[in-house]
């Protein structure tokens, strides 16, 4: 019993001493202050002698040198305005790559130009007054950042609080790539290209953001990648002192404040008609926003992405579509572009050069002026982009080519245009196209009732399987190019070909073979191009083309090839007649042969043509889709008159079905009515 208590005590005295003992562990060492120039005499230095967690003071003054921070540790400036780093355009000015790093108080310039790769600053260095580099978790606070690529960038860099910095005359202001959930807040930034803009960069927060004089305040880098938009900016954010609008999945509203920016993911029916002359690089952006309608905006520039069935009206802004298909784009003035597969949509109206980029197909471009563009053609479409329709614009004055077809743009359809005077006829200049109409390897084209005039060079016809006729070539130097590719340049007889104001054939035969006695406005001989292409039925006038209208949607064009100025054409289906003007001087023989459309009127039996009332006796041909009607008269001012059997309806066939089914509609409600009233007086 004795021995049990004695080894307990010995047991509690040796616990005594152990405990008392001093523990031996290793020590991290307190972080500590360092001050520049005190210390240290460059800021580099000090922050190579810091540990983690150490604090590096800079008192003021001027310090040319650039920063790699791969620790984390706090670098404080003494005063914003005159604690200043010149990075020297050498790189990056404060290059950040570790986790936990505060920046604050500096006036940071000149962080442009990479330098040469080195083990200090990589190949992966941005060019920017704040690079944040693969690192989370820091804190840029009220710095002042000028003359640098970016004012801040992060890649690949998430939860940093970016609060209270002045960006200033950057190339950028703040560039976010592949870095989410960040923080930015009260932020001041202005003279850049970019505001703030985002790649591939989501689950951010920006609050009180002032955005002023920048080319693009807000800027989102790949159009279609959702991420980027998946970021919560509300209208405390502001683009030239007033607020700008972020809305995500809305519906029904309009827009008509005096904002900012704006900018939809997943709305619908929204309208947005608001102007304001004073900056001419606002922005509106759709992103999967349908059914919506942008109207009578001024110098905002208009991206449509994965946006279907919006209508674009009579803005004063450039418009891109981007996935985009079934919009209407009318009545606008700037500059269009589509591409990544934008189809079916419309095009009417607008003044601006066109450019379809990248499978972009069915579109139509229809009543537009493109014209007098330096450096661009006034419509070009790039392939694959298929059955595009460019009808009745016109394309005058471009530097380079009227329109452009690239590879691949097949299937086009080119009819009425007024192209003229495109590629600055001579003036030589390489590598660049010189054409009222150039064709790059397109297939499948038909280029029909065009008037090419005064074009440095007419056409390049390039490609295959492509079809020109009734086009007016006149005084283009030369008329055509063909690379040395045959092509077609007439649809037959009797419909014949094109009008080549060089061209000195006689009109005195008629028929396929030109061997029959008689005029029918047809050469008598081929016209020659090249080696490789004919004419073989050249038109002996210019060719005008007339609108006679659309019925259960098709288009109806009305063609009259004469020696005299054909005005005031008009098209009556319910007196199965049309008429037009002719003007010319007196003592010499006019002639029209006009084409008629078999669906849009016909003669069973003999037409009756008219000129001032006395009847005339046409030259009458035809095929499966068309009359050809050829009369001569005295030239002088006179009216004609073409009358014939069957003209198409005056209301389309499904008119009179629709018309008794509202009239059936309206007799049911009216019996309702009566009905359900007879029933209240039985009941009273």
Known sequence: MKKSSSALVVLLFLSFVLVSLPQNGVVKAEPKKIVVPDDYQTISWAIGNATEGDTVFVKSGVYNETLLIDKPLSLIGENQATTIINGRNRGSVVYICKDGVNVTGFTILNGDTTGTPSPFF????????????????????????????????LYDSGYNQIVGNNLTDNSNGI????????NFKDNYIKNSYY???FSSSGNSTLRNNSLNNNGYNFHFGDLTF???FDNDIDESNTANGKPMIFWVNKHN??????????????????????SD???????????????????GNTNANINLVNSYNNTVVDNISDISLRTSSGNSILDNFGDISLANSSHNNTIVGNCGKIELLGICSFNTIERNNCSKHVHNAGITINGPSNHNSIIGNTISNNEYSGILLGSGANFTTIIGNNIVGNGFPGVPQIGFGLFGIEIIEAQNTRIIGNNITGNNIGILSGGSDNIYYYNNFINNIPQIRDNEVTQTFDNGYPCGGNYWSNYAGTDLYTGVYQNETGEDGIGDSPFVLSDYNTDNYPLIAPIK?????????TNYNVHVISN????????NPEDTLLGFNVEGGDESTGFCRVTVPKGLLYAEGNWTVLVDEVPVTPTVNEDASNTYLYFAYNHSNKTVKIIGTDAIPEFPSWAPLLIMLVAVMAVAVIYRRRFHSQQKKEVK
Not at 277 to 295: A, G, V
């Open 122 to 153: 990589p190949w992966s260095t941005r060019l920017a007054g704040i690079h944040i580099h693969s690192a989370s978790h820091c804190n840029i606070t009220h710095n002042k950042v000028m003359n640098s690529g970016c004012g801040i960038w």
């Open 175 to 182: 560039l976010l790539e592949s870095s989410s959930g960040n």
């Open 195 to 197: 505001g703030i803009s």
């Open 226 to 228: 959702r991420s980027s």
């Open 253 to 274: 509203s309009v827009v008509t404040q005096n904002v900012g920016d704006v900018i939809l993911i997943n709305c619908t029916a929204i309208a947005i008609h608001y």
């Open 277 to 295: 002359p004073s900056h001419k690089l606002e922005r509106i952006i759709f992103t999967n926003t349908n059914d919506s309608k942008i109207i």
């Open 545 to 553: 083309r007339f609108d006679a209208g659309m019925w259960e949607w």
């Open 564 to 571: 005299t100025a054909v005005t005031d054409f008009s098209f």
